[in-house]
């Protein structure tokens, strides 16, 4: 007959690590500031949240650059109101800390290697029709990566009358897809209409600009947050005269922190400093700023593809007209 319960005494290797200090924590970047609040935990499930225009897509996307070029991570992207071409062209400039439309217009070797490095990282789920969540779970599932990104999650087709119920089991089945592929799955998300709604109060230092969003403001409610292992918000004061480059990052839960992490205290946001497009700085520190000298070999983390030119074309064979995502 078939055991459905699990005892303790089965969880007596993990309890023992805990009982001798041998738990292993998440990946950081290499900056305090950051890896006190956020460490990289494979087979997690991650909501995102926050205004449009703040720069949610940036900050993941800078952030899975950060974990390709400094832990050897592969990720694959769904990111519905964003093209191929602009999400390269972002990766690009955070993988250089270069402008690839202003530092290489003459370089076509630089461009060329640089954009194989990335095609070995990077794959992309193309934007040209539209998704259930179970079909990009589908999709994801055919090969296997370290970071899959869902952007946005209101973007996904719906399959039943019941949109409450359905996002739970969504949320529900995109933990297990974690926990079983060892993925660590982000999922962005828009919030209610409300929250757009909501300033800072009169005599505070920052009156009259839109306030951080709560993990409620979620549209759809606080269920993504019951859901969901760690759960982040990103923000930035786009018309402020000082503060208009300085993206927040509230760290507003963290499920398991024996493995690393917390949370932000609620004035205290993790700061990046975004610098010419192309870098964030957190404390004056670029996690990646030892990336850009290094020899081309020594970022070979992993073998390479055969798919450098199928990237080519799919990031860059777009109409002339398109303009850049500036």
Not at 46 to 74: E, P, R
Not at 295 to 320: C, F, R
């Amino acid at each position: 007959m078939e055991n459905y319960y699990s005892k303790p005494f089965h969880e007596l290797q993990g309890l023992d690590e805990i009982r001798l200090g041998k738990v292993d924590t998440g990946l950081g970047i290499g900056v305090e500031a950051f890896d006190n609040h956020i460490k990289w935990k494979q087979g997690q499930f991650n909501m995102v949240n926050g205004h449009d225009n703040v720069g949610k897509t940036d900050v993941l996307l800078w952030y899975f650059v950060c974990m390709s070029k400094l832990h050897g991570k592969k990720h694959l992207i769904y990111s519905s109101e964003n093209t191929v071409r602009s999400q390269v062209f972002k990766i690009f400039n955070f993988w250089t800390g270069r402008r690839l439309d202003k530092d290489y217009t003459i370089d076509d070797k630089g461009f060329q290697h640089t954009l194989n490095e990335i095609s070995d990282y990077f794959e992309f789920i193309p934007n040209n029709k539209r998704y259930t969540a179970y079909d990009i779970l589908d999709l994801a599932s055919k090969k296997h990566h370290d970071g899959l990104l869902v952007d946005p999650f209101n973007s996904l087709m719906t399959e039943t009358n019941n949109k409450h119920q359905e996002d739970y089991d969504i949320c529900a089945n995109l933990r297990i897809f974690a926990s079983e592929q060892h993925t660590n799955v982000f999922v962005n998300a828009h919030l209610v209409t409300q929250a757009a709604r909501n300033r800072y109060p009169k005599d505070h230092i920052y009156e009259g600009n839109l306030a951080s969003p709560e993990k409620a403001d979620t549209e759809g409610g606080q269920k993504f947050a019951n859901r969901a292992d760690d759960f982040w918000t990103i923000h930035r004061m786009t018309q402020h005269s000082e503060r208009w480059n300085i993206g927040e990052l509230h760290v507003r839960k963290v499920k398991e922190t024996i493995t690393g992490g917390c949370v932000t205290p609620r004035d205290k946001p993790i700061e990046l400093r975004w610098v010419n497009h192309c870098a964030y700085f957190i404390n004056n520190e670029n996690p990646l700023q030892k990336t850009y000298d290094k020899e081309a070999e020594q970022l070979d983390l992993i073998p390479k593809t055969k798919e450098h030119e199928s990237m080519s074309k799919m990031s860059y064979g777009v109409h002339e007209e398109d303009d850049l995502p500036f």
